[in-house]
């Protein structure tokens, strides 16, 4: 925004329109982020990832963003040392509550810690939220959630920049919604909780619809639109479980609760007696009734309390009756007071549950309480956010402007002095200690004869010439106010009773008897015990504490927006003393630094080394424009980083090469096991080969020794086989020769004996007939000659011989036959 061309209104809303048109809805304005409230989900713009590219970036290196906002707070908390403030700032609905959260993450998500022991800080934070927006927030015209008080949250971190506590404070809880409220807006979101409550809890507490209760019926709204109350009932109690309210507590807050909607439906009437008043009819009895018993006091006592005021005078104690009127009022006093005091417990009880860090050394607060307003009808309530706001402004001016011109004076440097619109008159108009507006209130309550319209002559009357104040026409009791951010009319009736923030003495006495320790208990303030009766804290004056410790807005009212542009683009934001310079910026020129020069000197010459111009060396200080540091900052950054790479190159390489030793030390180790390793496999491997072979070498030596066996065992059973056979064959062949030949031998001797048969017949034949021939011849020569007879008996007897040489042959042929027998056997 600092670098528009031109600037004013039109050129800054068209800016912030164009972005917010890409989804851009932050702009940076110097160190001021604004926020223009989308009204739709934009998760990627929050996710972790986007969380950790902010960390540690330089502004404006990435697109405007709340984290941003949050990452210089903690870094600057962890270089410097020193409490940061985060102001969140706008109009009802612009974004506050949701961008203090998501500021909140960002910080946890930096400095949050992994949780090991239970819940976390930021985890508990941001769990009691639900608790504080059932008691803090309502429905407006603005925001169906809108949270009805400011809120200060302070994480605290320890020396190691870790969150290690935290605390919420809160201001300006609008205490007179608890009795008025406007159509369509609604009332507190727990009463609405209650009475969506599960039924058995509705009977206790004798509680009904929502529009039979004149706190919540003064307007049409009851329900709101996808939100379903019982549910948020139940949910309102898981909360309260966390953040550790015990049963019964709880049990009471919402018996408290109950308490005040019945408290409203006491109506009173006027008694016969003038200014007085008693209950209005049964209705009203019944209600008292229930009222006193779930503040479990005395219902005469509550009675007496309502429609009664004790005045104290230096004289006596007047115990004074009340019109119907004053007797509500009154009523409605009480009902705040209880609310207000029950809100306040529960702020105590969430921070106490989440537990302060005594020993911090650094906090982050992020302030979020709303801009200014101005409506139809501005009330007590607009009066003193504005003047909250104010005040934030004046702190703003100071910060950036009016104490810098006070230095550029000391310092002596060059500068025009620049018109900026200071708001110290408006201040003074306001607070100042005598004849200011909240001590004129202040004095108005006092006085109890005192009415809202002479404390408006009261204010005419003494602020008549003053620029900053107007007294409108036609009106007797309003008031405008022209304040920094534009004029604002006030109504002043309800003023007096609501800055009446003490408690009537009379309430006090009630509710500390009460039977419920929760609710006597809330009546036990240490504060409250030590204040005087007859004085109040009237929350006029209290606001003056809300003050931050330091500025770094985001947002504002449009007008305090455009002031700031200017007044960031006309001074000289950054100053620093010329050792501080050096210290940080030094490191541009490091051959300045170790020369032995005058501080001013050395600073002048980083300007011209660097080619800035536009800032100012005073006595003492550097004055730098806006953005000059930022730039300066840039180039330390890339110094840094530089030297950083550098740094860490050396430590890298360093401790590579450590590793690397140790790594190659490692692998020598690993691998001479390995070659053992491996070789004794392999010798293993190889003697198990050996052994292998060998097995099989014998292996097949056995086997061929057996089959050689084998072989010649065969070849030996073969031959001798085959020789048995030969033997054999020739034993048969000797056997078959002889018997041949036997046979031959029987054969022939048979062939002889055959022959010699034939022959033998052949001779008897040849015999015979040569017998017959012989006898024939001798037949004839006996017949021829008588003397050859004796000659044939001769011849006869020679044959008797052969016959005996024959017979001897036939003898030798049954030897033959013999033989030839015994032959035949053996070859058998
Ligand atoms: N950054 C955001 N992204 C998306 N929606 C948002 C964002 N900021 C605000 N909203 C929407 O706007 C609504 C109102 O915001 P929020 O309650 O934070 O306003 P507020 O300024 O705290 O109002 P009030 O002063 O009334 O409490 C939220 O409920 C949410 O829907």
């Known amino acids: 925004m600092t670098k528009l061309l031109y600037l ?14 890409i989804n851009e809805i932050y702009t940076y304005t110097g160190n001021i982020l604004i926020a223009v409230n989308p009204f739709k989900g934009l998760p990627e713009l929050y996710d972790v990832e986007v969380m950790e590219k902010y960390k540690g970036a330089a502004i404006g290196k990435l697109s405007p963003h709340v984290f941003a906002i949050a990452d210089i707070a903690y870094r600057a908390m962890i270089d410097e040392g020193k409490s940061n403030s985060i102001l969140v700032s706008g109009e009802s609905g612009a974004g506050k509550t949701e961008t203090t959260k998501m500021l909140m993450r960002y910080l946890a998500h930096l400095g949050g810690n992994n949780a090991s022991e239970g819940r976390s800080v930021e985890q508990q934070v941001l769990e009691s939220n639900p608790v504080l927006e059932a008691f803090g927030n309502a429905k407006t015209v603005r925001n169906n959630n809108s949270s009805r008080f400011g809120k200060f949250v302070e994480i605290q971190f320890n020396e190691h920049g870790r969150i290690s506590g935290a605390a919420i404070r809160t201001y300006l809880l609008e205490r007179s919604r608890v009795c008025q409220i406007s159509d369509p807006e609604r009332n507190y979101h727990c009463f609405y909780l209650l009475c969506a409550a599960p039924q058995e809890e509705i009977e206790k507490y004798k509680l009904g619809n929502p529009s039979s209760f004149h706190y919540l019926n003064q307007s049409n709204c009851y329900d709101l639109v996808g939100v379903n109350d019982a549910r948020e009932y139940l949910t309102t109690r898981r909360a309260m479980d966390t953040v550790g309210i015990s049963k019964e507590d709880q049990e009471a807050i919402f018996r408290v609760v109950a308490a005040i909607l019945h408290l409203g439906n006491i109506n009173f009437a006027k008694e016969e007696e003038a200014d007085s008043s008693a209950l209005k009819d049964e209705s009203s009895q019944f209600h008292l009734q229930m009222t006193a018993e779930l503040l479990m006091c005395d219902p005469h006592s509550l009675e007496g309390a309502i429609c009664q005021r004790i005045m104290i005078t230096p004289e006596e104690i ?173 109504q002043s009736d309800l003023f007096l009773d609501k800055n009446k923030d003490y408690v009537v003495p009379e309430h006090r006495e009630l509710l500390s008897a009460s039977r419920c320790s929760f609710v006597s208990g809330l009546f036990r303030s240490p504060t409250e015990e030590n204040a005087k009766p007859s004085k109040f804290s009237a929350i006029g004056s209290r606001l003056e504490n809300a003050k931050p ?57 980083i300007f011209e080394k660097m080619e800035l111009t536009g800032h100012q060396l005073g006595k003492t200080k550097v004055f730098l424009r806006s953005g000059q540091g930022a730039e300066l900052d840039a180039h330390r950054a890339r110094v840094l980083r530089n030297s950083a790479a550098v740094i860490q190159r050396h430590a890298k390489a360093r401790s590579d090469r450590k590793s690397f030793t140790l790594q190659r030390q490692a692998s020598v180790h690993i691998q001479s096991h390995w070659r053992g390793k491996r070789a004794r496999k392999l010798y293993k491997e190889k003697r198990e080969d050996a052994a292998a072979v ?25 031959q001798s086989g085959l020789r048995a056979m030969a033997a054999r064959s020739e034993f048969r062949s000797r056997e078959q020769n002889k018997a041949a030949t036997a046979l031959q031998a029987y054969w022939r001797s048979h062939k002889a004996v055959s022959d010699y048969k034939k022959l033998k017949e ?16 001798e037949t004839m020569n006996l017949n021829m000659e008588e003397e050859e007879t004796d000659d044939l008996e001769l011849s006869y007897d020679e044959l008797r011989e052969k016959l005996e040489e024959l017979k001897f042959h036939l003898l030798s042929e049954k030897q033959l036959r013999v033989r030839y027998k015994s032959a035949l056997f053996s070859i058998v």
């Open 8 to 21: 004013h209104e039109p050129s800054v809303l068209h800016n912030l329109s164009r972005r917010y048109g």
């Open 318 to 490: 007047i115990k004074k009756s009340l019109n119907p009127h004053d007797a509500a009022v009154n009523r409605d006093g009480l009902a705040k007071t209880i609310y207000s005091r029950l809100f306040e417990w529960l702020v105590a009880k969430i921070n106490v549950s989440i537990g302060q860090d005594p020993n911090s050394t650094c906090l982050i607060g992020v302030l979020d309480i709303y801009g200014f307003e101005s409506f139809k009808t501005n009330s007590f309530e607009q009066f003193c956010i504005n003047f909250t706001n104010e005040k934030l402004q004046q702190h703003f001016n100071q910060h950036v402007f009016k104490m810098d011109q006070q230095e550029y004076v000391k310092e002596e440097i060059d500068w025009s002095y620049i018109e900026f619109i200071d708001n110290q008159d408006i201040l003074d108009l306001i607070e100042k200690k005598t004849g200011g507006i909240i001590a004129l209130l202040d004095e108005a309550c006092m006085f109890p004869k005192s009415t809202h319209e002479t404390f408006a002559q009261k204010l005419y009357q003494t602020f008549k010439d003053h620029k900053r104040f107007i007294k409108p026409k036609l009106t007797r009791a309003d008031f405008t106010i022209v304040h920094y951010a534009g004029e604002v009319q006030y």
């Open 549 to 605: 410790s330091k500025f770094s807005s985001i947002g504002s009212r449009f007008k305090g927006v455009l002031e700031a542009i200017r007044i960031k683009c006309s001074g000289y934001p950054t100053h620093m003393t010329f050792s501080e310079f050096l210290q940080r910026f030094g490191m541009l020129a490091p051959e300045i630094l170790r020369g032995d020069y005058e501080e001013r000197v050395a600073c002048k010459w």
């Open 694 to 718: 060998k097995i099989q070498r014998n292996l097949r030596r056995q086997l061929a020794t057996r089959s050689y066996n084998g072989i010649r065992f065969s070849a030996v059973t073969l």
């Open 762 to 777: 052949a001779s008897v034949v040849s015999q015979c007939s040569m017998s017959e021939r012989i006898a024939e011849e």
